[in-house]
């Protein structure tokens, strides 16, 4: 701790003086097109400002600071950096992704505009340009404070190519039109564009701290791989924060900036978060119920249900809790390349819809806890069109369709041909995680309807690329969805489907996000209107449109969503009214909880001691629930 | 035996004389020939089925459409279904095998649920402590679902129609408390037949599952069977593959030496310092694994060790006065191969056969259950290893198979040491 103090104190001093990259100086004034500096008298005078007092808190006001929150990880990240190779490891979310903040935030719960690191926000009239009051009291986990430069700092450091970053390079180059910077604290940020929600895609933009990319140059990747990027967050990784294969430790920001915030205050309440290295999942699971691990997701059936013969739970120390979150729906399902023989064919796919049964799975493999998804776009509020369901498994529906596709002969071992002789015998491609173990249901219900699927584990790389690569017939997949607007065109474009080459053919397009090979052109050119679109209303006309046309095309079998979280946590792990908030996919992403660190050496003695303390308890908390 | 020369009736009597190998040689025969059966021990198509005066063999015949049975659906029937179905409306009959369950039939184990005393459901278990009870449609789906807690219901209970849940009800202290959508008129009140179902893996003795079903579904008897089966089909492949490349080559660098020896040797060594498990994973990342894939590995690392020991036994034997001699004769090389040295080296194949075979065992359970081995739905010892590690609490699914594992190789080890002992030139002089 002394040592932790001393590091803090020293960042403290040098705090004072903020640097400037002459290399980054130079860049702005190269690009004068997109790199403004004005003064406060610039600004139009006719601006509306807007902070968002008008939502309610969401965090709880009993909630105390400090303790260690004890958590788990498979294995240390293989870099500290944020960007460039290997950052995007599974423990960038615990690092950055939710534990950064931008210049607005959504409302949890009612998905209005906060403020976050701007306190207050206008538009211009004709909808372009958006501007920002920034909070002067807001600091970098280092100490620095945030400041309009470190804004500009994010283009440059993003597009150089000694980040080694394209996606962001390119993002960062095509999604923003200029800044602006008036004084220290008050930036206009122009879109690129007309699109809608500007605001909310100009309020995207996070600072970078520049101080702390003093010697950012072509060795960027070696020089800072072990260095932990200061966040505008609550936590920041210490210098001896990770320890490579055994731990990572992340420690609160004494006095942040948040802890004076609506909105951001009584929140990401233990001092350390202490991620020990537990490569089984089962491990972790039984370190949990020795009170090892504070808090942990039991997803699994094995882990929920079992829970309720574990002395930790029946003596009444450990609290099972089931979250109904309302987010957007990952589209977990079997994605069918349309660009592959037979499957190239509706009748075929749609005979493979009702041949596909989905439902047992949720029935016997989840026990009913999961429900069936209706359809790709699911859960995204008003833009989902709510009359689209699944086709129900049923071998008589699926032999119609197979038999319209011309395959009405039944071969020797009960699978269907058609009359060139071809069977309806297709690979199925799944990753090894624990979903391959009711592969066998959907191969046996399968074969019922005459349809041979030929299954294929892959390690998840593997399988990523082969799915990239377009060689695959079907696969069990899912992407990650962040947003309740309908993003269809990397997945469903014909942009995305079709590459033409030099000599005129046609070949399926690798390396993009349309895995189904879709390319019609009827859906293209909706896409493409939604994309152009502002108006909320043919929004969703449009985007019900295209559901409505994504599920005639039938490339994408539903296969279950996920209805929220469950974890079981001990009970010096303190949980808010209401348990979390409505976007909530995990406790740690808005950090409500707090903990109870007297209590946890009470209730440990008491557990090891064989002590009963109470009933089993188990929370439900259903009021975000949606169907 | 006259038609034997005396040594090898020497040695067998020798080997008899072994009577843990002998036996075990018997037991493993015998299995063999069991599992040679098949679909007709274990599967879940009927031996003999008569329907409507009509007798057929679906064993035999494979897939039968339920319309050419007079029933209403395309595809295969269930046959355990129908045989109560027949023998309610009289209209046949059928035999199954003694173990009704194909190794990759995927079974839901679906008992009826029941009320104690105190009105608190239960299962052929006991109290149902947190699980769901439910009605089924006769297409064998699910109609209306509740939450069972402790026995009464207790949170969510659905109404579905075509798979599609259209209304809920929440029960809080055994009474519905909420309804969704609010107009909704459901009678929540659990009634008609009501089924639960138990989760895989299910226990022993449950709807004819001598030793339960794993994770998955399928029942352990027939997955037991169909892992030995895939075991012995990869020995056959396995086997003569091994000894084909290692006797042959091993052979050649012995007989011819020289250069060719040298070449040889520098290579193998080369190839035996590859780590076999790391070259499993990459090649695992690489190709699509299939049994023939496996094999084809495994056989890639396994004949190094016997063209090694072939290699020392073909040097040692070319320099015998009769190679000397038939060379002189005018004998050339494939003959002297042929004639002379691999005959002369009967006993080290012979001897190392079962521990090549122990080994191949050993590979494929050991691949399975790291997750490099055979897809999932493949019966297999090792990814049943797998299983029960992940399922502590599931002894049926860890006792079982260790058995087995455990018994096939010490079966295999015996037989091997009553080789080593009936082919030991020491032993025999005494």
């Not at chain 1, 802890?259 to 009584?266: A, G, I, L, S």
């Not at chain 1, 493409?528 to 985007?543: C, N």
């Given at each position: 701790?002394?040592?932790?103090l001393a590091?803090?104190?020293?960042?403290?001093?040098?705090s004072a003086?903020?640097y400037?990259?002459?290399k980054?100086?130079?860049y702005?004034?190269?690009?004068?097109e997109?790199?403004?500096?004005g003064?406060?008298?610039?600004?139009?005078?006719?601006?509306?400002w807007?902070?968002g007092?008008?939502?309610?808190?969401?965090?709880?006001?009993r909630?105390v600071?400090?303790?260690?929150?004890?958590?788990f990880t498979?294995s240390?990240p293989?870099?500290?950096r944020r960007v460039?190779p290997n950052a995007?490891?599974?423990?960038?979310?615990e690092l950055y992704?939710n534990?950064?903040?931008?210049?607005?935030?959504?409302?949890?719960?009612?998905?209005?505009t906060i403020?976050?690191?701007?306190?207050?926000?206008?538009m211009?009239?004709d909808?372009m340009?958006?501007?920002?009051?920034?909070?002067?009291?807001?600091?970098?986990?280092?100490g620095q404070?945030?400041t309009?430069d470190?804004?500009?700092?994010t283009?440059?450091?993003?597009?150089?190519p000694?980040a080694?970053?394209d996606w962001y390079?390119?993002?960062?180059?095509?999604?923003?039109g200029?800044?602006?910077k008036?004084?220290a604290?008050?930036?206009a940020?122009?879109?690129p564009?007309?699109?809608p929600y500007?605001?909310?895609?100009l309020?995207?933009l996070i600072?970078?701290p520049?101080n702390?990319?003093?010697d950012f140059?072509?060795?960027?990747?070696?020089?800072?791989?072990?260095?932990?990027?200061?966040?505008?967050?609550a936590y920041f990784?210490?210098?001896?924060?990770?320890?490579?294969?055994?731990?990572?430790t992340l420690t609160r920001?004494?006095?942040?900036?948040?802890?004076?915030?609506?909105f951001?205050r009584?929140?990401y309440?233990?001092?350390?978060?202490?991620?020990g290295?537990?490569?089984?999942?089962d491990?972790?699971?039984a370190s949990?119920?020795?009170?090892?691990i504070?808090?942990?997701?039991?997803?699994?059936?094995r882990?929920?249900y079992g829970?309720?013969?574990?002395?930790?739970y029946?003596?009444?120390?450990l609290t099972?809790?089931?979250?109904f979150?309302?987010?957007?729906?990952?589209?977990?399902?079997?994605?069918?390349?349309?660009q592959?023989?037979?499957?190239s064919?509706l009748?075929?796919?749609?005979?493979?819809?009702?041949?596909t049964d989905f439902?047992?799975?949720?029935d016997?493999?989840y026990r009913g806890?999961?429900?069936?998804?209706n359809?790709?776009?699911?859960?995204l509020?008003k833009?989902?069109?709510?009359?689209?369901?699944p086709?129900?498994?049923?071998p008589?529906?699926a032999r119609a369709?197979f038999?319209?596709a011309?395959?009405t002969?039944?071969?020797?071992?009960?699978?269907?041909?058609?009359?060139?002789?071809?069977?309806?015998?297709?690979?199925?491609?799944f990753?090894?995680s624990d979903?391959?173990?009711y592969?066998a249901?959907l191969v046996?219900?399968?074969?019922?309807?005459?349809v041979?699927?030929r299954?294929?584990?892959?390690?998840r790389?593997?399988?990523?690329?082969?799915?990239?690569?377009?060689?695959h017939d079907?696969?069990?997949?899912?992407?990650?969805?962040?947003?309740?607007?309908?993003?269809?065109?990397?997945?469903?474009?014909?942009?995305?489907a079709?590459e033409?080459?030099?000599?005129?053919r046609?070949v399926?397009?690798r390396?993009?996000?349309?895995?189904t090979?879709v390319?019609d052109p009827?859906?293209?050119k909706?896409?493409d209107r939604?994309?152009?679109a502002?108006?909320?209303d043919?929004?969703?006309?449009?985007?019900?449109a295209?559901?409505r046309?994504?599920?005639?095309?039938?490339?994408?079998i539903?296969?279950?969503?996920?209805p929220g979280y469950?974890?079981?946590?001990?009970?010096?792990?303190?949980?808010p009214?209401g348990?979390d908030?409505?976007a909530?996919?995990?406790p740690?992403?808005?950090g409500?909880?707090?903990l109870?660190p007297k209590q946890?050496?009470?209730?440990?003695?008491d557990?090891?001691d064989?002590?009963v303390?109470?009933?089993?308890?188990?929370v439900?908390?259903?009021r975000?629930?949606?169907e | 035996?006259?038609?034997?020369?005396?040594?090898?009736?020497?040695r067998?009597?020798r080997?008899?004389?072994n009577?843990?190998?002998?036996?075990?040689l018997l037991?493993?025969?015998?299995?063999?020939?069991l599992a040679l059966?098949g679909?007709l021990?274990?599967?879940n198509r009927?031996?003999m089925l008569?329907v409507d005066?009509v007798?057929?063999?679906?064993?035999f015949?494979?897939?039968?459409?339920?319309?050419?049975l007079?029933?209403?659906?395309?595809?295969?029937?269930n046959?355990?279904?129908?045989?109560?179905?027949?023998?309610q409306?009289?209209?046949g009959w059928?035999?199954m095998?003694?173990?009704?369950?194909?190794?990759?039939?995927?079974c839901?184990?679906?008992p009826e649920?029941?009320?104690d005393a105190e009105?608190r459901w239960?299962?052929?278990?006991g109290?149902?402590s947190?699980?769901?009870i439910?009605t089924?449609?006769t297409d064998g789906?699910?109609?209306?679902?509740w939450?069972?807690?402790?026995?009464?219901p207790?949170?969510?209970?659905?109404?579905f129609?075509?798979?599609v849940g259209?209304?809920?009800?929440?029960?809080?202290?055994?009474?519905?408390?909420?309804?969704v959508?609010?107009?909704?008129s459901?009678?929540?009140?659990?009634?008609?037949?009501?089924r639960?179902?138990?989760?895989?893996p299910?226990?022993p003795?449950?709807?004819g599952h001598?030793?339960?079903?794993?994770?998955?579904?399928?029942?352990?008897?027939?997955?037991?069977?169909g892992?030995f089966r895939i075991?012995?089909?990869s020995?056959?492949?396995?086997?003569?593959c091994v000894?084909a490349?290692?006797l042959?080559?091993?052979?050649a660098?012995g007989?011819?030496?020289?250069?060719?020896?040298?070449?040889?040797?520098?290579?193998?060594e080369?190839?035996?310092?590859?780590?076999?498990?790391?070259?499993?994973i990459f090649l695992?990342?690489l190709l699509?694994?299939?049994?023939?894939?496996?094999?084809?590995?495994?056989?890639a690392?396994s004949?190094?060790?016997?063209?090694?020991?072939?290699?020392?036994?073909?040097?040692q034997?070319?320099a015998?006065?009769y190679?000397?001699?038939?060379?002189a004769?005018?004998a050339?090389?494939?003959?002297i191969?042929?004639?002379?040295i691999?005959?002369?080296?009967?006993?080290?194949i012979?001897?190392t056969?079962?521990?090549?075979?122990?080994?191949?065992v050993?590979?494929?359970?050991a691949?399975?259950?790291l997750?490099?081995?055979?897809?999932?739905?493949e019966?297999?010892?090792g990814?049943l290893l797998?299983q029960a590690?992940?399922n502590?609490?599931a002894w049926w699914?860890l006792?079982?198979?260790?058995?087995c594992?455990v018994?096939t190789?010490v079966?295999?080890n015996s037989?091997?040491?009553?080789?080593q002992?009936?082919?030991?030139l020491?032993?025999?002089?005494?």
């Amino acid at each position: 701790m002394r040592t932790l103090l001393a590091f803090l104190f020293v960042l403290t001093n040098t705090s004072a003086q903020t640097y400037e990259d002459p290399k980054a100086a130079a860049y702005y004034a190269e690009h004068k097109e997109f790199f403004h500096f004005g003064k406060l008298t610039d600004l139009p005078k006719d601006l509306v400002w807007q902070d968002g007092s008008e939502q309610k808190e969401f965090a709880d006001p009993r909630a105390v600071r400090g303790g260690t929150l004890r958590q788990f990880t498979g294995s240390t990240p293989p870099t500290l950096r944020r960007v460039g190779p290997n950052a995007n490891n599974g423990f960038r979310g615990e690092l950055y992704d939710n534990n950064d903040f931008s210049l607005l935030s959504s409302h949890p719960n009612t998905e209005e505009t906060i403020p976050a690191l701007a306190t207050s926000w206008a538009m211009s009239a004709d909808g372009m340009t958006a501007y920002f009051r920034l909070d002067p009291n807001a600091k970098f986990t280092d100490g620095q404070p945030i400041t309009a430069d470190d804004y500009f700092y994010t283009f440059y450091f993003n597009r150089s190519p000694w980040a080694k970053a394209d996606w962001y390079a390119d993002f960062y180059t095509r999604e923003w039109g200029s800044i602006t910077k008036y004084d220290a604290y008050t930036i206009a940020i122009k879109a690129p564009r007309k699109r809608p929600y500007q605001l909310e895609r100009l309020g995207q933009l996070i600072p970078l701290p520049r101080n702390f990319f003093k010697d950012f140059g072509p060795n960027y990747e070696k020089l800072y791989n072990d260095r932990f990027q200061p966040t505008t967050g609550a936590y920041f990784v210490g210098p001896t924060g990770l320890q490579r294969e055994k731990s990572v430790t992340l420690t609160r920001v004494q006095d942040w900036w948040g802890d004076h915030r609506k909105f951001y205050r009584h929140r990401y309440n233990p001092d350390i978060i202490e991620y020990g290295v537990i490569r089984e999942m089962d491990s972790a699971y039984a370190s949990m119920l020795a009170g090892e691990i504070d808090l942990m997701p039991i997803m699994m059936p094995r882990y929920w249900y079992g829970t309720n013969e574990k002395k930790a739970y029946q003596n009444g120390y450990l609290t099972k809790a089931q979250f109904f979150n309302d987010i957007p729906r990952p589209p977990y399902g079997l994605y069918l390349n349309t660009q592959k023989p037979l499957l190239s064919d509706l009748d075929v796919r749609v005979g493979l819809q009702h041949a596909t049964d989905f439902q047992r799975v949720i029935d016997g493999f989840y026990r009913g806890d999961y429900e069936r998804l209706n359809q790709f776009s699911e859960g995204l509020g008003k833009f989902t069109e709510p009359s689209i369901r699944p086709r129900r498994y049923s071998p008589e529906l699926a032999r119609a369709a197979f038999a319209k596709a011309g395959f009405t002969r039944v071969g020797n071992d009960g699978i269907l041909m058609n009359a060139a002789g071809e069977r309806l015998s297709f690979r199925l491609t799944f990753d090894t995680s624990d979903r391959r173990k009711y592969l066998a249901t959907l191969v046996e219900s399968a074969r019922r309807c005459g349809v041979e699927y030929r299954p294929e584990t892959l390690e998840r790389t593997t399988m990523y690329r082969k799915v990239m690569e377009k060689n695959h017939d079907i696969v069990f997949w899912a992407w990650s969805v962040s947003s309740r607007l309908p993003a269809l065109w990397e997945s469903h474009h014909t942009d995305n489907a079709v590459e033409k080459l030099a000599d005129g053919r046609k070949v399926p397009k690798r390396q993009t996000n349309n895995i189904t090979g879709v390319d019609d052109p009827e859906l293209s050119k909706l896409i493409d209107r939604f994309r152009e679109a502002t108006e909320e209303d043919e929004m969703i006309k449009l985007s019900h449109a295209m559901e409505r046309r994504i599920h005639d095309l039938a490339d994408f079998i539903p296969g279950f969503k996920v209805p929220g979280y469950r974890i079981a946590h001990w009970d010096w792990v303190k949980f808010p009214v209401g348990f979390d908030v409505r976007a909530a996919e995990d406790p740690g992403q808005y950090g409500l909880f707090w903990l109870d660190p007297k209590q946890r050496e009470v209730d440990l003695k008491d557990f090891r001691d064989g002590k009963v303390r109470g009933a089993p308890k188990t929370v439900i908390e259903d009021r975000w629930r949606t169907e | 035996m006259s038609f034997l020369d005396p040594i090898t009736v020497q040695r067998f009597d020798r080997f008899r004389r072994n009577r843990m190998g002998w036996w075990s040689l018997l037991t493993l025969l015998a299995l063999s020939a069991l599992a040679l059966l098949g679909p007709l021990l274990v599967g879940n198509r009927p031996l003999m089925l008569n329907v409507d005066g009509v007798t057929r063999f679906p064993v035999f015949e494979g897939f039968i459409s339920g319309r050419d049975l007079g029933l209403k659906i395309e595809g295969e029937p269930n046959y355990r279904l129908l045989a109560e179905e027949l023998k309610q409306n009289g209209r046949g009959w059928l035999i199954m095998p003694p173990v009704p369950f194909a190794p990759g039939e995927v079974c839901e184990v679906m008992p009826e649920a029941s009320r104690d005393a105190e009105g608190r459901w239960q299962d052929p278990r006991g109290i149902i402590s947190e699980g769901r009870i439910f009605t089924l449609n006769t297409d064998g789906t699910r109609r209306q679902a509740w939450t069972i807690i402790n026995g009464r219901p207790e949170g969510d209970a659905r109404l579905f129609v075509e798979g599609v849940g259209i209304a809920r009800a929440k029960f809080a202290n055994g009474k519905v408390v909420q309804r969704v959508p609010a107009a909704d008129s459901t009678d929540w009140e659990p009634q008609g037949s009501l089924r639960t179902q138990v989760p895989s893996p299910c226990p022993p003795g449950l709807d004819g599952h001598w030793l339960g079903t794993d994770e998955s579904g399928h029942d352990i008897v027939a997955r037991l069977f169909g892992g030995f089966r895939i075991l012995l089909l990869s020995a056959l492949i396995f086997l003569p593959c091994v000894y084909a490349i290692g006797l042959l080559l091993g052979a050649a660098m012995g007989y011819f030496g020289g250069w060719f020896d040298m070449v040889c040797q520098r290579l193998m060594e080369i190839w035996s310092n590859i780590p076999f498990l790391y070259a499993i994973i990459f090649l695992a990342s690489l190709l699509e694994p299939s049994l023939a894939i496996l094999i084809f590995i495994l056989v890639a690392f396994s004949w190094i060790g016997l063209a090694q020991q072939l290699r020392a036994a073909a040097y040692q034997i070319s320099a015998r006065d009769y190679v000397t001699a038939s060379r002189a004769l005018g004998a050339g090389h494939a003959r002297i191969i042929w004639r002379h040295i691999l005959p002369n080296c009967a006993t080290i194949i012979l001897t190392t056969l079962p521990f090549s075979l122990h080994g191949l065992v050993f590979s494929l359970s050991a691949l399975d259950y790291l997750g490099f081995g055979l897809p999932p739905t493949e019966p297999s010892w090792g990814n049943l290893l797998q299983q029960a590690k992940e399922n502590w609490d599931a002894w049926w699914i860890l006792g079982p198979t260790l058995f087995c594992l455990v018994g096939t190789m010490v079966m295999i080890n015996s037989i091997g040491e009553a080789l080593q002992d009936a082919f030991d030139l020491r032993r025999a002089q005494k």
